[in-house]
């Protein structure tokens, strides 16, 4: 991995090919459908081509996808095909799977793989997304081509030594091959490359590695992450806080207190509760009560580093509303942001918990604050340079989100793993992991503030603070535009050049760029994984990405890709 994160896959900026739906969001609903379909009509492989066109329609029907539901037939039978195939192929052993890639998710001007009889070897230099798929799926067992339709993979299939294929390909190949795996009832998982045409596909990566590790052994495809994080945020009512935390008494609490159960995101809590619940025997059982003192914990924490950043930072408001300093005063903000700190190391404590696991929780706690001081130290001490503020190298900005956004994560998964009984050694694995996913975390915000993300913000990249984009258009800028980009990195912008920034980002190729690497990041997070030996808890993490990054980009493809067929390959 190189310093900004930047691995294989490059975005495509084409649009979505006719068949497939065009968002992230809607794909998932299509999935959602097909699974549910699968489910109620206990639909068991090998289906019939006309059943399988009668599921799909009923599932793109469900999907709520309107009028365009029929131009999604494709998609949807694909979907519906994978999930009746799903049980089967998880219970096949890792060793008697095979992992089927076309050659052009690779790098054609940086690839170093050569050609033989079976395919494509892969070069294991890194240059694209082959080698990490290779890499994982060869540790879990898996019999790994790049050689899509070859007559090798035919001869491997008809040997009898694959009982399970996962194949990625595009979506006109993969409806020619269905009355092949019709005929031979071999279980298998396809995912549709996003677009055609030989040049600058895609395909959602999460799809991918979700195919790669399914397993009988992680009963997390029954976890619902959707009512875990209902029930979280069931936390965090007054009622619920205040059994948790007691009355609130004074004014420094009931700000406090409203502080909780305001508005927010509640991620980290949520990843708390979700490592918590992977780590049980039966991750379906209801949440106890006493691990909402360990989910207020974490939202304590959260709580206050926002209050002491809304007033680092001068913001006059979030969430919409104003912030608490703009409210009350910046003395009392600092009050009420110590106060929560406390709170945090309070709830922790009061714990039914072992005396060593407590303060293993609360050391814990400690070292992700004493981090995350440190890195928003960072940032201050270059905001507030007494020779000006310089501009930032990328890699000077990825930094500075890993000090200050990594820490919080690895404190939520951290608490949650040993609020379950996890020993120290899934630390490290955890730390890896939530180091990937704060800097995608960021970078994701960065590209909305910039503009330039499906979320975008106002187009106005914040002066007061470290910008990737702002740090990448530095980078290739020239002339009047890297004078304007000058200007912004000083805090001396003005409306006319905040109007611009935007326009001349997206000109300097800065948000293909951000897309790569912010997939390159969610990358690094599933590979952290690798080390994971709970099935439980490698798949809730695995899950847990996507729902974090449902509008995240998907993972690109070279520029090759139809022309085996084309020539019958």
């Given at each position: 991995m190189s310093e900004l994160g930047q691995v294989a896959g490059m975005r495509s900026s084409r649009a979505v090919q006719e068949g497939?739906?065009?968002?992230?969001?809607q794909r998932e609903r299509v999935l959602a459908a097909a699974r549910e379909r699968v489910r109620e009509g206990r639909l068991v492989g090998p289906l019939t081509l006309e059943e399988l066109r009668r599921e799909a329609g009923a599932a793109a029907r469900a999907a709520g996808l309107g009028g365009s539901a029929e131009r999604y037939l494709p998609f949807a039978a694909v979907a519906v095909n994978n999930e009746v195939w799903r049980e089967r192929l998880a219970a096949a052993p890792y060793e008697r799977r095979l992992l089927l890639l076309p050659k052009c998710l690779r790098d054609p001007r940086r690839c170093r793989g050569r050609t033989d009889a079976f395919g494509l070897v892969c070069g294991r230099c890194g240059a694209c997304i082959i080698d990490d798929l290779h890499e994982e799926a060869e540790q879990l067992g898996y019999v790994v081509m790049v050689a899509e339709g070859s007559p090798a993979v035919t001869a491997l299939i008809e040997s009898g030594q694959v009982e399970a294929v996962i194949g990625v390909s595009c979506l006109g190949v993969l409806e020619r091959v269905f009355g092949y795996m019709e005929a031979a009832a071999i279980p298998g998982m396809a995912i549709p490359l996003l677009q055609d045409g030989c040049a600058n596909t895609s395909v959602d990566l999460d799809w991918v590695w979700d195919a790669l590790h399914a397993t009988t052994e992680d009963a997390t495809g029954r976890l619902d992450l959707e009512a875990l994080r209902v029930e979280v945020e069931g936390f965090f009512t007054e009622a619920a806080l205040e059994r948790a935390m007691g009355r609130a008494a004074s004014e420094t609490e009931r700000l406090a207190r409203g502080r909780l159960t305001g508005p927010g995101k509640r991620w980290r809590p949520f990843l708390t509760a979700c490592v918590y619940q992977a780590l049980q025997e039966e991750v379906s059982r209801p949440l106890p009560e006493e691990l909402g003192k360990v989910a207020a914990a974490v939202e304590c924490f959260h709580k206050a580093s926002l209050i002491h950043d809304d007033i680092e930072d001068g913001d006059a408001a979030r969430y919409g509303a104003p912030t608490l300093h703009e409210q009350h005063g910046v003395a009392v903000a600092l009050n009420v942001g110590d106060f929560l700190l406390g709170e945090g190391y309070r709830l922790l404590g009061e714990l039914g918990a072992?005396?060593?696991?407590?303060?293993?929780?609360?050391?814990?706690?400690?070292?992700?604050?004493?981090?995350?001081?440190?890195?928003?130290?960072?940032?201050?001490?270059?905001?507030?340079?007494?020779?000006?503020?310089?501009?930032?190298?990328?890699?000077?900005?990825?930094?500075?989100?890993?000090?200050?956004?990594?820490?919080?994560?690895?404190?939520?998964?951290?608490?949650?793993?040993?609020?379950?009984?996890?020993?120290?050694?899934?630390?490290?694995?955890?730390?890896?992991?939530?180091?990937?996913?704060?800097?995608?975390?960021?970078?994701?915000?960065?590209?909305?503030?910039?503009?330039?993300?499906?979320?975008?913000?106002?187009?106005?990249?914040?002066?007061?603070?470290?910008?990737?984009?702002?740090?990448?258009?530095?980078?290739?800028?020239?002339?009047?535009?890297?004078?304007?980009?000058?200007?912004?990195?000083?805090?001396?912008?003005?409306?006319?050049?905040?109007?611009?920034?935007?326009?001349?980002?997206?000109?300097?190729?800065?948000?293909?760029?951000?897309?790569?690497?912010?997939?390159?990041?969610?990358?690094?997070?599933?590979?952290?994984?690798?080390?994971?030996?709970?099935?439980?808890?490698?798949?809730?993490l695995r899950r847990v990405l996507g729902k974090i990054f449902r509008e995240g980009p998907a993972m690109g493809c070279c520029d090759e890709h139809t022309r085996g067929h084309a020539e019958g390959g």
């Open positions: 497939v739906p065009a968002t992230k969001e072992a005396a060593g696991r407590r303060a293993a929780l609360a050391a814990t706690a400690a070292a992700g604050h004493r981090a995350l001081c440190l890195g928003q130290g960072a940032e201050l001490c270059w905001r507030c340079a007494r020779s000006g503020r310089r501009v930032l190298r990328p890699g000077e900005v990825i930094e500075i989100f890993e000090q200050k956004t990594a820490p919080a994560f690895e404190v939520a998964l951290r608490l949650g793993a040993l609020y379950a009984g996890a020993d120290e050694e899934l630390g490290e694995t955890l730390k890896a992991y939530s180091r990937a996913l704060g800097v995608a975390y960021q970078i994701q915000d960065d590209l909305a503030d910039s503009g330039l993300g499906e979320k975008a913000g106002d187009g106005q990249a914040d002066e007061g603070r470290p910008s990737l984009m702002a740090a990448l258009g530095y980078e290739r800028a020239g002339g009047e535009e890297r004078g304007l980009l000058e200007r912004v990195w000083a805090g001396r912008a003005s409306e006319g050049d905040r109007e611009r920034l935007r326009e001349v980002l997206r000109g300097l190729g800065v948000e293909e760029s951000g897309r790569e690497m912010l997939g390159g990041y969610k990358n690094e997070a599933i590979r952290a994984l690798g080390q994971v030996r709970n099935p439980h808890l490698k798949g809730v």
